[in-house]
């Protein structure tokens, strides 16, 4: 009787345990062996948008080495993300920008999360106890399941066929135009080879129609108001089309009869230029003279000079100066090749246009120019050598030059 109780007790016990196992799921019982995480591991949540086939009581291996398990992997309601939290061994130093990854053991081996340090980028600081790894820094790799899916999808007449039509159609096309693809790839390796030697224009280019771009993004306001003022200006252009087209038509015409006019004058316009460049030559020669001439010219008897420096008020003074020296008159009448009237033929004759300078021939004047009147008394003008009165006149005045002149 004891026994039968004993049996009683003992398929009650089972049963009882077995109904928990079920009630809890077998992913709750613990597995034997694992990676040893310590007495006091600490936590690392990763988010991930697919995990494949990870369960709990999943490896977590750094460098090929287990130093944790995954405890829970939950999906979030509102990113619908995979979060997986993992229990690590402490003694595993870890940096805070770890990178998590999804991998497979083997072909066809089981699935763990691989935890290391970031490959494009240096460690930063330790990873602690509660830390988040984001999406941003998770990732998985192929399974092989996916690969075997896309090659049965290629086989069973997903593309094998599109290929074979594909080869099958280039050959037919190709056919008898080798020389010419020859040459289409020999023209394409040029200009590759050349876009490849101006990478740097390319580049220059390109930061260009970037700063162009930024440029015309801040000035979108004002590009706005031309548009918007653009239909107006238009249309204003669109209702005068046919006075434009007349004064385009009229152009025409005069561009016609202007090219017929030079065409016929071309010889004597080239004559005319010809013959004008003898003068404009000396024009050129003249250089600053010309101008400085013109000023006088304009403003006789007064020079700009004295315009703008002399008339302060509404008068001005002047003072002129008379030069009598009678060498000097002489000289400048016997210079300017002008005829002299009233003057004696003798001395008319040596002051003639054309003559030498005064200078030489007044030696010779002493026998020209009569001896003054005499002490009686008589006029000047009463002279019969000199009726006229002119001998008489310049007796006076050549004294200082005339050798032998009455003093």
């Known amino acids: 009787m004891n026994r039968c109780t004993a049996m009683l007790l003992s398929a009650s016990i089972l049963a009882l345990a077995g109904c928990g196992v079920l009630q809890g799921g077998l992913q709750n019982v613990p597995l034997p062996g694992g990676a040893d995480t310590g007495t006091a591991p600490y936590h690392v949540t990763a988010e991930f948008s697919d995990v494949l086939e990870l369960v709990p009581q999943s490896l977590v291996k750094v460098n090929d080495v287990s130093v944790g398990a995954v405890r829970t992997i939950r999906l979030a309601p509102d990113t619908w993300r995979a979060i997986v939290t993992m229990e690590v061994n402490r003694s595993v130093a870890l940096p805070a920008n770890a990178v998590a990854r999804v991998r497979t053991t083997s072909l066809l081996g089981e699935k763990f999360v691989e935890l290391a340090a970031p490959a494009g980028e240096p460690s930063r600081g330790r990873l602690a106890d509660g830390a988040v790894i984001p999406l941003a820094r998770t990732s998985r790799a192929t399974d092989v399941e996916e690969v075997l899916g896309a090659l049965s999808l290629l086989l069973n007449g997903g593309g094998v066929d599109q290929i074979r039509t594909i080869a099958t159609e280039l050959n037919a096309a190709l056919s008898g135009h080798e020389p010419q693809l020859r040459a289409l790839l020999a023209d394409l390796n040029t200009l590759v080879s050349g876009l490849d030697a101006r990478k740097a224009e390319i580049n220059r280019a390109l930061d260009a129609l970037n700063r162009l771009s930024a440029t015309l993004a801040q000035q979108r306001g004002q590009i706005a108001t031309a548009l918007d003022g653009l239909p107006p200006g238009l249309q204003v252009l669109a209702d005068q089309r046919t006075q434009l087209t007349g004064t385009l038509q009229a152009l025409d ?58 008339f302060q008020g509404d008068y001005s003074n002047l003072y002129v100066r008379a ?22 033929p003798p001395l008319g004759q040596l002051l003639a246009p054309g ?14 120019v009569p001896p003054p009147p005499s002490a009686s008394g008589g ?27 009455p003093a």
Request: net charge negative; proline share 11%; glycine share 10%.
């Open 253 to 310: 015409r005069l561009s016609v009869v202007a090219t017929d006019t030079i065409n016929r004058s071309h010889d004597d316009l080239v004559a005319d230029l010809r013959l004008l460049r003898p003068t404009l030559a000396q024009l050129a020669a003249a250089g600053a003279d010309l101008p400085n001439a013109l000023e006088l010219i304009a403003t006789y008897p007064f020079t700009d000079g004295a315009a703008r420096e002399a």
């Open 379 to 405: 006029p000047v003008g009463d002279s019969a050598a000199d009726p006229g009165g002119m001998s008489a006149l310049l007796a006076p005045l050549l004294r200082p030059v005339l050798p032998g002149a």
């Open 323 to 344: 030069d009598l020296n009678l060498g000097t008159v002489l000289d400048n009448l016997s210079s300017s090749g002008q005829p002299l009237m009233g003057v004696p």
């Open 355 to 368: 003559r030498p300078p005064l200078g030489p021939l007044l030696e010779g004047l002493s026998g020209v």
